[in-house]
């Protein structure tokens, strides 16, 4: 007599919801961080946050280990989100809801409240002063906490350029902070 293995089409689905519960467990935070650095707000990042990874859930069967790192892959995603959102944006000029929000504090100090105030507003303004190269490759740095050699694979530059990009940009903000004091 012959056995048949019967195949349950849901094991194959749970494993996949199980891969991508991982996936977002793991990146979400650093895909938040990066978008963050990019743009500012809050309430936008929570929404490109979740476009990059309806994106992924959508192509991962097109992710190929042979090409690149997965999270060379997922960046370059998040990247591209962004770069859509401010294409569709420029046309519109907003202003950050955030701004508001961080006039409200829950802390007792005042003082250490408009210390971090006005630091932030002088960060957020030195930022603007950067490029739009200079811009990516510090939220892909910090925010979204990648090597070097991640981001050079992400933007298509060598690893040293990215090294030599960011030491650069990191002394054009330094002055550009100790000008705002």
């Known amino acids: 007599m012959e056995q048949f293995a019967l195949i349950n089409p849901l094991d194959k689905k749970e494993t996949k919801e199980k891969d991508f519960t991982y996936i977002f467990k793991t990146y979400y935070k650093r895909v938040y961080n990066?978008?963050?650095?990019?743009?500012?707000?809050?309430?936008?990042t929570e929404d490109l946050t979740s476009q990059v990874f309806?994106?992924?859930m959508i192509k991962i069967n097109t992710y190929s280990r042979d090409k690149s790192p997965f999270e060379v892959w997922l960046f370059a995603i998040a990247r591209n989100v962004i770069?859509?959102?401010?294409?569709k944006s420029k046309k519109h000029k907003f202003f950050s809801i955030d701004s508001f929000k961080n006039l409200i504090s829950k802390e007792k100090n005042p003082e250490d409240v408009v210390m971090l105030s006005e630091t932030n507003n002088k960060l957020s303004k030195a930022l603007n002063i950067l490029n739009e190269r200079e811009r990516n490759i510090v939220s892909l740095k910090f925010g979204a906490t990648l090597k070097n050699k991640e981001i050079a694979k992400i933007l298509d530059i060598t690893e040293s350029n990215v090294g030599v990009i960011l030491y650069r940009t990191m002394k054009k903000l330094k002055i550009e902070m100790e000008r705002e004091d």
């Open 54 to 56: 309806e994106k992924v």
């Open 83 to 87: 770069n859509d959102y401010i294409r």
């Open 34 to 44: 990066y978008i963050y650095y990019r743009i500012n707000c809050t309430y936008t």
